[in-house]
Nanobody, 120 residues
């Protein structure tokens, strides 16, 4: 059973930055496409970013391209999401996710999430 535990959320002013971390246990990163999904109040889950099993390819939802960076540290079995120039519309619960095949908004595994709040 894969367990994902997120941390790093918080409250920041628009234009600020946060770095989310996701510690993975029960499976190696090389076995999964890892990613981040977010859910804002009253809205559907949305894909944010993903990184391939070999760590060589990254994917982003278009508005995040250039502001967010997904990365991983295989030695620490940890995935990160660096978020810069945050805007109020980025306010959401951010969930770390793992899937054996393809990152979607319904992955094989996902964590409890960490709250990100951005005020103007």
């Amino acid at each position: 059973q894969v367990t994902l535990v997120e941390s790093g959320g918080g409250t920041v002013q628009a234009g600020g930055s946060l770095k989310l971390s996701c510690v993975v246990s029960g499976g190696a990163l090389s076995n999964y496409v890892m990613g981040w999904i977010r859910q804002a109040p009253g809205k559907e889950r949305r894909f944010v970013a993903a990184i391939s099993k070999n760590g060589e390819n990254t994917y982003y939802y278009d508005p995040e391209e250039g502001r967010f960076t997904i990365s991983r540290d295989s030695a620490k079995n940890t995935v990160y999401l660096q978020m810069n120039n945050l805007q109020p519309e980025d306010t959401a619960v951010y969930h770390c996710a793992a899937d054996s095949a393809l990152m979607t908004t319904n992955p094989d595994f996902w964590g409890q999430g960490t709250q990100v709040s951005v005020f103007s």
